[in-house]
């Protein structure tokens, strides 16, 4: 029987849904408007960035990206990475875990907490390390009495990007989880599995590109992190100045040219990182397809 209004018959395929079927002209200008912006706001900043790096030959883009002060940002930068990144791994498969396998007390109470930094600026939440670590904070008294430096050093730049990125992994692996469900381990489980070997053989392959992708996002914030870093560093040359504060302390300084030099590494790594996430992308796409 055929549907009221003209509709198609039960089962019957009706081509592309009505909702895309728009004039021609329509299609044009909505797609038109997609490739200025592109255009205006993401292609031309970036050509800007690489034409000014270059803009006074190789010789000077290399002086700028392999002087003494720049090459200590990038290793502050990578260490800093290389802490956060698992750090940020661990919480985020515990958060996960618990929200997705477990009904306990509280349990909607930390799923706010988690998404707390995504709506904190990430300067206040530098503010918030200073008043606990700082000369005048909470702990500082007791910290300078044992010789203990947090603010003004590693300790506090890894804190405080630990702070601002903790939701990227954890907020990758609460949806996919739950979708995924739990009948895999409990059959493992049933099987006469253990715990550990359900979770290295089971839970982590189900997860994998959840995770991949969530440290492709944690690594490039942590990166690229400059409000809460810029705080809590004192932006000491050489010591605490990571690549987005030296970028900084170069554009002020009226060193233009080796400014976007070294802000071509973090363009450049951004590219990276949007060619790792389409590739994950893509990949889990595949495997939602072979299902």
Not at 221 to 226: A, D, K, L, Y
Request: aromatic letters at 10%; glycine letters at 8%.
């Amino acid at each position: 029987m055929r549907l009221p209004f003209g509709g198609p018959k039960r089962g019957e395929k009706t081509g592309r849904p009505r909702s895309l079927n728009e004039p021609p002209l329509v299609r044009g200008l909505l797609t038109a408007a997609a490739l200025i912006f592109i255009l205006l706001f993401l292609l031309l900043p970036l050509g800007i960035v690489f034409t000014k790096a270059f803009g006074e030959g190789w010789s000077m883009y290399s002086r700028s990206v392999f002087e003494p002060y720049a090459l200590r940002a990038i290793r502050l930068t990578a260490l800093t990475t290389l802490i956060v990144v698992p750090l940020n791994l661990l919480f985020g498969i515990a958060a996960a875990w618990a929200i997705s396998k477990f009904d306990f007390r509280g349990k909607n109470l930390l799923v706010t907490a988690i998404d707390l930094p995504f709506s904190i600026s990430p300067v206040i939440s530098g503010m918030l390390f200073i008043l606990l670590f700082g000369a005048q904070g909470f702990f500082g008294p007791w910290l300078l009495e044992r010789g203990i430096k947090i603010v003004f050093a590693l300790p506090s730049i890894v804190l405080a990007t630990l702070f601002v990125t903790s939701p990227l992994v954890a907020r990758e692996l609460i949806p996919l989880m739950r979708s995924q469900g739990s009948e895999e381990e409990e059959m493992a489980v049933t099987l006469g599995a253990s715990g550990l070997q359900t979770f290295l053989k089971v839970s982590i392959p189900k997860m994998k590109w959840g995770l991949f992708y969530g440290v492709i996002l944690c690594s490039a914030r942590s990166v690229g992190e400059f409000g809460a870093v810029s705080v809590v560093s004192g932006h000491i040359r050489g010591l605490t100045t990571t690549v987005p504060l030296h970028v900084e302390m170069l554009y002020n300084e009226y060193q233009f040219t080796a400014a976007f030099a070294v802000a071509s590494l973090l363009t450049m790594l951004a590219l990276v990182t949007l060619v790792l996430k389409g590739l994950v992308e893509w990949r889990a796409s595949l495997r939602d397809e072979g299902r």
